[in-house]
T-cell receptor, first 114, second 114 residues
Framework: EADIYQTPRYLVIGTGKKITLECSQT?????MYWYQQDPGMELHLIHY???????EKGDLSSESTVSRIRTEHFPLTLESARPSHTSQYLC?????????????FGPGTRLTVL | GDSVTQMEGPVTLSEEAFLTINCTYT??????LFWYVQYPGEGLQLLLK?????DKGSNKGFEATYRKETTSFHLEKGSVQVSDSAVYFC?????????????FGAGTRLFVKA
């Protein structure tokens, strides 16, 4: 059973605030990902990490930043939230093995910036 | 560029009806293909996958066949249940120079009436 957690599940915040979305997994997976999804739209990869101290930007440009100090933890930070950041943010992890491309997703954080 | 196109929803069916959700893709190389399901209030879950041409993925009565000649991965189920009501995402994933890349379709919402 995959265990990957995200907090908070829902967040409503004012413009200009700094926020951190938490993501943690207990599977010991090296690879972790952040996706952004607007309702009814495609998911987009915004950050990924191959392991501790490894972070890369994804397909979609994002003003957020991430860190990977511990294997199990991959937080995403917005220094100054804006209404355009309103979206759902999905965290995922995987342990790629030969022929295995499964990603395990967290429940998501729905962010609303007023 | 890579893309995934799936039929627009919502799709509304009566219980025990036959389901088809079309999915076509464009990609370089040989991506892996996935169907994910998202139940109300929950994160994405992997429903089934296929990693090479002519593979058939199946799970919970759903199945999809990787058709390279038609670049398709249509999802089918012979007899849907009310509990199948959810949003279904078709996705492809492959490795490029920047690392693993995952592309999701826009999602197809399925309503099943009793």
């Amino acid at each position: 059973e995959a265990d990957i957690y995200q907090t908070p599940r829902y967040l409503v915040i004012g413009t200009g605030k700094k926020i951190t979305l938490e993501c943690s997994q207990t599977m010991g997976h090296d690879k972790m990902y952040w996706y952004q999804q607007d309702p009814g739209m495609e998911l987009h990869l915004i950050h990924y990490s191959y392991g501790v101290n490894s972070t890369e930007k994804g397909d979609l440009s994002s003003e957020s930043t991430v860190s990977r100090i511990r294997t199990e933890h991959f937080p995403l930070t917005l220094e100054s939230a804006r209404p355009s950041h309103t979206s759902q943010y999905l965290c995922a992890s995987s342990e790629p093995q030969r022929g295995n491309n499964e990603q395990f997703f967290g429940p998501g954080t729905r962010l609303t910036v007023l | 560029g890579d893309s995934v196109t799936q039929m627009e929803g919502p799709v509304t069916l009566s219980e025990e009806a036959f389901l088809t959700i079309n999915c076509t893709y464009t990609a370089t190389g040989y991506p892996s293909l996935f169907w994910y399901v998202q139940y109300p209030g929950e994160g994405l879950q992997l429903l089934l996958k296929a990693t090479k041409a002519d593979d058939k993925g199946s799970n919970k009565g759903f199945e999809a066949t990787y058709r390279k000649e038609t670049t398709s991965f249509h999802l089918e189920k012979g007899s849907v249940q009310v509990s199948d009501s959810a949003v279904y995402f078709c996705a492809l994933r492959h490795r490029n120079t920047g690392g693993f890349k995952t592309i999701f379709g826009a999602g197809t919402r399925l309503f099943v009436k009793a």
